[in-house]
T-cell receptor, first 116, second 114 residues
Framework: AQSVTQPDIHITVSEGASLELRCNYS??????LFWYVQSPGQGLQLLLK??????LVQGIKGFEAEFKRSQSSFNLRKPSVHWSDAAEYFC??????????????FGKGTKLSVIP | DGGITQSPKYLFRKEGQNVTLSCEQN?????MYWYRQDPGQGLRLIYY???????QKGDIAEGYSVSREKKESFPLTVTSAQKNPTAFYLC?????????????FGSGTRLTVV
């Protein structure tokens, strides 16, 4: 079965600093990978996704992520963080479950705090 | 604009009561999902449905029930059998049976037992 690990529960960065959020996945085949962002009390919004091809994918709000098959990682990056980026970030892998249905499996999230 | 509407945004339940959370989508998506979110535990799958009149249990289905009588609607009932229902509930959908698509999420319902 597939799984996702986000090693960092909480990260604090200063506004204007660079950001990298880590995500490691476990899946036997080529994965479909996603990053979502959630503001407090809101639903999840898709930031970016990787299906195949170029391993560096661009998303909304200036985010990008790099797929590294050898490391089973899909880390999210942003060159310069804004105060409005403070939120919780979820990595997810899409795959077929044992019951034959396609589902996303989510990591437990990384909460990002931004210091002005 | 297309999207998923969850209602109500806040819901209060007394001990022993059943309550129903609404989820409606106008995206023409086939698959719909219900997740429960607790602090530090990420998203846990309650139920999902891939087509009308069919649904499957997720990881934490005990104490919950669903129906899928219409493509647009996937209501979740939290029954009195659910021991600790206070949580944030998220509904999601995705198009068809094609792989590779992410989910579209609603804005959630916060349920509190009083």
């Amino acid at each position: 079965a597939q799984s996702v690990t986000q090693p960092d529960i909480h990260i604090t960065v200063s506004e204007g600093a660079s950001l990298e959020l880590r995500c490691n996945y476990s899946y036997g085949a080529t994965p479909y990978l996603f990053w979502y962002v959630q503001s407090p009390g809101q639903g999840l919004q898709l930031l970016l996704k990787y299906f195949s091809g170029d391993t560096l994918v661009q998303g909304i709000k200036g985010f990008e992520a790099e797929f590294k098959r050898s490391q089973s990682s899909f880390n999210l990056r942003k060159p310069s963080v804004h105060w409005s980026d403070a939120a919780e970030y979820f990595c997810a892998v899409g795959a077929y479950s044992g019951a034959g249905s396609y589902q996303l499996t989510f990591g437990k999230g990384t909460k990002l705090s931004v210091i002005p | 604009d297309g999207g998923i509407t969850q209602s109500p945004k806040y819901l209060f339940r007394k001990e022993g009561q059943n309550v129903t959370l609404s989820c409606e989508q106008n995206l023409n998506h086939d698959a719909m999902y219900w997740y429960r979110q607790d602090p530090g535990q990420g998203l846990r799958l309650i139920y999902y449905s891939q087509i009308v009149n069919d649904f499957q249990k997720g990881d934490i289905a005990e104490g919950y029930s669903v129906s899928r009588e219409k493509k647009e609607s996937f209501p979740l009932t939290v029954t009195s059998a659910q021991k600790n229902p206070t949580a944030f509930y998220l509904c999601a959908s995705r198009p068809g049976l094609l792989v590779g698509y992410g989910y579209t999420f609603g804005s959630g319902t916060r349920l509190t037992v009083v």
